[in-house]
């Protein structure tokens, strides 16, 4: 069988559209009534939330609701290694980094959903920050789970170590480091999704390379059959 791939020069069948700017991505899709939502997020990396205020916010022009975690106590965890992040972080429990989520706003525009983000008050119990994971691995460092800080232990042994050492001319031992390293997409992080009553589905269009973790997480999440959510 002749070799299709390897060795030569694949076109990239959307590089055009996306050098041009012509590519659609989730948040250039529109639907006429459409409602848009964002999400107050927490600014601190670790603390406890003491207090939530949404009633300026409320009361924006444009604004629908806003939702917080006593709105949907029967909303579970989800994650996607362990299911133990909270949809919204509710009064007393922890944030454990500058992103969870505290408060959704629905608005009948953008601008409304933002400047509402903006109105939203907060306080919060602020905890020690581990900013060193040689420093979270310490037996007196805080957790920030429960169940420790360590996620999962893994050994990888191959060969010979011993004798490779003793047959070595010359062995090499440092320590290294590298800075934090993050991708850099084209498009924004968005969603459009939309309940369909006849068919009883949710379809979501959404920035994700995770589209089957997408899915699994709403359908933890919501209580909601994992066949009737189509991730696009």
Do not use: C
């Not at 006429?32 to 927490?42: E, G, P, V």
């Not at 924006?60 to 965890?77: C, F, H, Q, S, W």
């Not at 429960?146 to 004798?163: M, R, V």
Request: hydrophobic share 40%.
């Amino acid at each position: 069988m002749p070799k299709k791939y390897v060795g030569k020069n694949i076109f990239k069948i959307d590089a055009q559209e996306k050098v041009t700017g012509k590519a659609i991505y989730p948040d250039d899709i529109y639907f006429d009534d459409m409602l848009y939502i964002k999400i107050k997020r927490a600014t601190h990396p670790h603390a406890y939330l003491r207090r939530i205020n949404i009633s300026k916010a409320q009361k924006l022009p444009g604004v629908v609701k806003i939702i917080t975690a006593v709105d949907i106590p029967e909303v579970k965890n989800f994650g996607l290694i362990i299911k133990d992040q909270p949809v919204l972080i509710g009064i007393g429990q922890k944030m454990r980094y500058m992103g969870d989520a505290l408060a959704i706003v629905i608005a009948e525009s953008k601008e409304a959903a933002s400047q509402a983000i903006g109105l939203i008050e907060v306080e919060v119990e602020e905890l020690e920050i581990i900013s060193d994971p040689l420093r979270a691995m310490e037996k007196d460092a805080p957790l920030i789970h429960q169940d420790g800080n360590i996620l999962a232990t893994h050994y990888l042994e191959k060969g010979d170590i011993k004798k490779g050492f003793g047959q070595a001319d010359e062995i090499v031992e440092n320590e290294y480091k590298t800075s934090f390293l993050d991708q850099v997409p084209l498009q924004v992080e968005a969603g459009v999704g939309f309940y369909d009553e006849d068919s009883k589905t949710i379809e979501l269009w959404s920035a994700t390379q995770w589209l089957h973790d997408t899915q699994a997480d709403i359908a933890q999440s919501l209580g909601f059959p994992k066949e009737k959510i189509r991730i696009i």
